[in-house]
């Protein structure tokens, strides 16, 4: 089946650094997304991570463990604008060839 | 600009009315998905579209009736919806399967905000 857990919220300072988290299970695991998206807004690509190990992109890094399920995406230098929904999602393999299933998404408050 | 657009940004109607949800994108992507998304909850895919053939259908009921007359065009044809219907409509698209040596994340439009009566 198809899993995948991130917090619903998470608030942190100006400045600051936080970590959101996701856990996910699903068969024929081929890569997994982070997306940010403001509120009445497109989400938009933030990340990807197909082998273990830590990709970083400036203010922005993404994590996955793969034999954990095991992702984390985490955020430096927070400012207020990276008040935003950061949905997780993972690109499995389907009948008739791949599909990406999402988080419902972390809610993350900056606040000065 | 995203590169996906979608019209119209709002839309309200009643149970009883017909509309469509039109999007558009303009990245050469062969791939295109209709998502719905509640507050609170994960995204939900609904349909999918490789080569304007529909690929996949998540048991999304009859009163949603997608179009794709190409690879560029993709609707929503709604009718008799009910209230528990409304929520913001996501369109996206992709290149299905990535090139070579890419990953190909899904680009989004702003999406449909749907309210029923």
């Known amino acids: 089946g198809q899993n995948i857990d991130q917090p619903t919220e998470m608030t942190a300072t100006e400045g600051a650094i936080v970590q959101i988290n996701c856990t996910y299970q699903?068969?024929?695991?081929?890569?997994l997304f982070w997306y940010q998206q403001h509120a009445g807004e497109a989400p938009t690509f933030l990340s990807y991570?197909?082998?273990?190990g830590l990709e970083e992109k400036g203010r922005f890094s993404s994590f996955l463990s793969r034999s954990k399920g095991y992702s984390y995406l985490l955020l430096k230098e927070l400012q207020m604008k990276d008040s935003a929904s950061y949905l997780c999602?993972?690109?499995?393999?389907?009948?008739?060839?791949?599909?990406?299933?999402f988080g419902a998404g972390t809610r993350l408050f900056v606040k000065a | 600009e995203t590169g996906v657009t979608q019209t119209p940004r709002h839309l309200v109607m009643g149970m009883t009315n017909k509309k469509s949800l039109k999007c558009e994108q303009h990245?050469?992507?062969?791939?295109m998905y209709w998502y719905k998304q509640s507050a609170k909850k994960p995204l939900e895919l609904m349909f999918v579209?490789?080569?304007?053939?529909?690929?996949e259908n998540n048991s999304v009921p009859s009163r949603f009736s997608p179009e794709c007359p190409n690879s560029s065009h993709l609707f929503l044809h709604l009718h008799t919806l009910q209230p528990e219907d409304s929520a913001l409509y996501l369109c996206?698209?992709?290149?299905?399967?990535?090139?070579?040596?890419?990953?190909?994340?899904?680009?989004f439009g702003d999406g449909t905000r749907l309210s029923i009566l």
């Open positions: 999602a993972v690109r499995e393999e389907s009948t008739g060839g791949f599909k990406t299933i």
């Open positions: 996206a698209s992709s290149q299905e399967p990535p090139r070579q040596g890419q990953h190909q994340p899904q680009h």
């Open positions: 699903t068969s024929g695991f081929n890569g």
């Open positions: 990245l050469g992507h062969n791939a």
């Open positions: 991570n197909v082998l273990d």
């Open positions: 579209y490789n080569f304007k053939e529909q690929t």
